[in-house]
């Protein structure tokens, strides 16, 4: 019986835990989506054509990245890094506490940040589009443009996260270890932490 109550408290524990995680996460994408949404068209609308290209394949760009770090992330084992940690590496335990995390990193990185990419991006081209219908060339048709932009956006995403994920699968102790580092600086040197469950 006191088997069974142990387990129902670790259950509801976790139930809890997952809730506020969900709650959290929910939260901080609407957070994020608004004040990314916002930047992101104020720059484009005060940018020329081919700026607001490159900013378009910038966000994109994060977006592969993050992917790729979030699948990393799942892909990684600790053991790499308790061998680092013992060798006294200062930014091992940040790379231990990013698999132990695996779970809400990876939401955050593919989910959070895919999601947030992809609104940005469809901003992102309506602007483009304007800019581009703007021009005023007779042979240009918003519809096809609308098409070939919107394809080509998800082309690149798709095929960036297929190669991010073969890398995630492969070099997941490098991503991993140098995400552990630049947290380990953001955290020692501009006192930003991100993983609560680091010590200092």
């Given at each position: 019986?006191?088997?069974?109550?142990?387990?129902?408290?670790?259950?509801?524990l976790k139930?809890?835990?997952?809730?506020?995680w969900?709650?959290?996460?929910?939260?901080?994408?609407?957070?994020?989506a608004?004040?990314?949404?916002?930047?992101?068209?104020?720059?484009?609308?005060?940018?020329?054509?081919?700026?607001?290209?490159?900013?378009?394949?910038?966000?994109i760009?994060?977006?592969?990245?993050?992917?790729?770090?979030?699948?990393?992330?799942?892909?990684?084992?600790?053991?790499?890094?308790?061998?680092?940690?013992?060798?006294?590496?200062?930014?091992?335990?940040?790379?231990?506490?990013?698999?132990?995390?695996?779970?809400?990193?990876?939401?955050?990185?593919?989910?959070?940040?895919?999601?947030?990419?992809?609104?940005?991006?469809?901003?992102?081209?309506?602007?483009?589009?304007?800019?581009?219908?703007?021009?005023?060339?007779?042979?240009?048709?918003?519809?096809?443009?609308?098409?070939?932009?919107?394809?080509?956006?998800?082309?690149?995403?798709?095929g960036?996260?297929?190669?991010?994920?073969?890398?995630?699968?492969?070099?997941?102790?490098?991503?991993?270890?140098?995400?552990?580092?630049?947290l380990?600086?953001?955290?020692?040197?501009?006192?930003?932490?991100?993983?609560?469950?680091v010590?200092r």
């Open positions: 019986m006191k088997k069974n109550k142990g387990g129902s408290k670790l259950k509801n139930k809890k835990k997952a809730s506020k969900i709650l959290r996460v929910s939260i901080m994408t609407f957070i994020l608004i004040l990314m949404s916002t930047l992101s068209e104020s720059v484009l609308r005060n940018v020329s054509l081919i700026p607001a290209i490159g900013v378009l394949l910038t966000i760009f994060l977006g592969v990245v993050f992917d790729t770090i979030g699948n990393a992330v799942v892909a990684a084992k600790e053991q790499p890094f308790h061998s680092m940690a013992a060798q006294k590496v200062p930014s091992a335990k940040y790379s231990v506490s990013l698999v132990r995390n695996a779970g809400p990193v990876s939401n955050f990185c593919n989910d959070v940040i895919g999601d947030i990419a992809g609104i940005i991006s469809g901003a992102a081209i309506a602007i483009i589009l304007t800019q581009i219908m703007a021009l005023g060339l007779p042979f240009l048709n918003m519809a096809t443009l609308s098409v070939v932009f919107s394809g080509t956006v998800a082309a690149l995403t798709v960036g996260k297929a190669i991010g994920k073969e890398l995630a699968l492969s070099k997941w102790k490098s991503i991993v270890k140098g995400v552990g580092t630049i380990y600086f953001l955290d020692s040197k501009l006192r930003i932490r991100i993983l609560k469950d010590k």
